[in-house]
């Protein structure tokens, strides 16, 4: 067995320092951590919808939507420890005393939401989950706790340049979880074997320490500020978080708690359509996040602006993404069996609302580079309230989906092209201002 800490992937890479970008090879490893991921994402969805009946999908794309609602709320923490660890070495203060370490400020945060959760629970047993109650409650407590040091881990690793690192963890979260969940349908487990298996992918980062002095190491980065200000800073994080992860992740919830419970047992189609058109946009584009936000934290004045052809690409290869899906993507949805029939249009429109949301994503990825935590968090609740407002239109489940996932990503838009707008006229009028 290759004993991982000797591998060069997981030994501490040599600090780029101030102005540098990731290399050639760091970035090719995000990438194609990112493609495995999405990959594994794709996969576990086949094995559900072989797996389960149409309606019991439907219950398990509800827990997986919870699931990952925890995981990306909680990705505020990775997104808040990128940037307060690539700004503490950039000050060289990665030392510092007044600096407060990121894993308690993770642990604090992660603690919290498990509280949270336990709160909910009623709530949780009563709306989303009133059968097996208690193991989904269990796991998304679990996942709360773990998940938050993961992400700080995460996020660490990120703002130390430690790219070998980050994308191994993606790697081995999603390969555990694959792995978990086909072998718990191998063995004919019920629904709730299959959203048990999923703490599984919750022990990736507990390995990866244990094996990796790089993992250690940035375990105990520091941030550039002191614990309160770090919190805060956190809490925008989060908030925003909170408000992506419910139209990236959460959206089945959403569609549950705004649909008849009738209509929402015959909805696995259109959830699982919006899953197909989005992992191949979405799930690379977190990963490469990671990557944008410490160049734009590494050089504020120019790192952004490496992301306008990535948005051009982006916007091109999701047109021809929706051509493509309007074409076959009706024979594609029927690999997942004979109950999945979604019309061509609807597959289009999905890819397209899937690049609004990407868009959405990277421009609040420089908001929150250039340091506008309120800027930021404006714009994923601009996104979150118009898209729970189209929901309650008097429409079937796809239009209201179609409308709610394209039109609000788009008032987000908005929002932080101003706040980027600002933020680039204010630096030139100061930059521009006589010496007196």
Known sequence: MTDISQSSEFLPEQPTGRGASISGRSAAGVGGASVLAAAAGILILFVTSHALSPADNAEFLSFWAALFFVCG??????????????????AHASDSAQGAPVLTS?????????????????????????????????VLVATAILFSCHATLAGAAQGNDQWSLFAGMVSLEAVLRLTAIAAAAA??????GLELACLAALTAWVVVALVSPAARSSLRSRADVGLWRLLQNTGHALLSAASSASLIVAFPILLKLTTPQADYALSAPILLAISLTRAPIMVPLQAFQGVALAEIVRDPQNGWRGLKKPLVA??????????????????????????YKVEGWAL?????????????TLLGTVVIGLGNHRAYSAGWL???AVAIG???????????????LGL???AGIAVHAVAIAAIVRNRRGSAVQPDH
């Open 73 to 90: 709320v909680l990705g505020g923490i990775q997104a808040e420890s990128t940037r307060a660890v690539g700004a503490a070495r950039a």
């Open 106 to 138: 993770g642990l604090i945060v992660g603690a919290s939401a498990a509280l949270i959760v336990l709160l909910l629970s009623p709530v949780l047993g009563t709306y989303l989950f009133p059968t097996d109650t208690v193991a989904i409650v269990g």
């Open 187 to 192: 063995l004919a487990a019920p629904l709730v």
């Open 314 to 339: 982006l916007v091109g290869v999701g047109v021809l993404g929706a051509a493509a899906a309007w074409l076959v993507g009706p024979l594609l949805m029927l690999f997942f069996g004979p109950a």
């Open 348 to 360: 289009a429109a999905l890819t397209l609302a899937a690049v609004l949301m990407a868009v959405l």
């Open 382 to 384: 601009t996104a979150t």
């Open 390 to 404: 189209l929901l309650l239109l008097p429409a079937g489940v796809e239009i209201r989906s179609i409308l709610s």
């Open 408 to 410: 609000g990503p788009l």
